[in-house]
């Protein structure tokens, strides 16, 4: 054979061969999710630098359910639903409670997870707030773009600081720059639970009751079909289940 056949064999299988990794690359559609990964226990930065918590279980198993490749696109809450309206993004799951405005926006899927509001309060300020009217006046502090920030002012009377990551609104009730900060239940315990959050108490008077859904594209209904069956799926084979108490300890 000559130098030149020789050369153009090498180059054919090569080309074959890079052929073949394209084509198997586009095997599983990828489903590129977005979130907010500073809202533990749901969603957050694991070790090793990747996302982790039961939003995460629980998409990663819904795409592997509906044949998808899961990539997950870390973002500001208040991003979210404007990068799913440009199409940066397919879905969003980000302890996302499912509103009347934003469903106006995207569609839901049914819902996943039953949660509601608490606020969080120093110690020190106990018999100052014993209930929740006497919030009002106070300065309350939420995560942005959220339905505890939005509570926040309504509670306080419109005295309300929102801040991009959830460690921010810790802080700040900590350091004084809040009296109160407004968050969804399970994140509030999950704070007192496992972080340094001496002085940190949860008043026992707690907001609303919510629910939480994967958002899609308004009109993306074969996405959500997927996403919905993908869900009765890993609820029907007991998944969804271990998801829950190996994040909640407890049955759902
Ligand atoms: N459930 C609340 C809401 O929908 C808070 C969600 C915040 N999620 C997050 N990943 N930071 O507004």
Redesign the pocket.
């Known amino acids: 054979m000559s130098k030149f056949m020789q050369a153009v064999k090498v180059l054919s299988a090569a080309a074959v061969l890079s052929f073949g990794a394209a084509s198997a690359a586009q095997a599983a559609d990828v489903l590129r999710v977005g ?5 533990a226990p ?2 957050f930065m694991g070790e090793g630098g990747k996302e982790v918590g039961y939003d995460m279980d629980i998409i990663r198993a819904v795409g592997e359910a509906a044949g998808f490749e899961v990539q997950i696109m870390n973002m500001g ?1 208040d991003a979210l639903i404007p990068s799913l309206l440009s199409n940066q993004i397919d879905a969003v799951i ?4 499912i ?1 009347p405005e934003r469903a106006e926006r995207v569609d839901f899927t049914a819902p996943y997870y039953n ?1 509601g509001l608490s606020v969080l309060i120093r110690a020190a300020d106990k018999d100052k707030y014993k209930t929740l009217a006497d919030l009002k006046g106070s300065v309350l502090c939420g ?1 942005i ?4 920030a939005e509570k926040a002012g309504e509670l306080s009377g419109g005295n309300s600081k929102s801040y991009n990551y ?1 460690s921010e609104v810790f802080n700040e009730l900590k350091a004084g720059g809040c009296d109160g900060a407004v ?2 239940r399970p994140v509030n315990l999950y704070y007192l639970a496992t972080s340094h959050a001496e002085g940190i108490i949860e008043m026992s008077e707690m907001i609303t009751s ?1 629910q ?1 859904g994967i958002a899609v594209k308004k009109g993306n209904q074969e996405l959500l079909d997927k996403l919905n069956a993908g869900l009765k799926q890993i609820r029907d084979n007991g998944t969804f289940a271990k998801i829950h108490e190996k994040w909640f300890q407890v049955a759902e």
């Open positions: 979130t907010e990964a500073t809202y749901f969603e809450f980000a302890a996302m409670t509103t949660s995560q773009g959220t339905t505890g959830e968050n969804d919510e939480y």
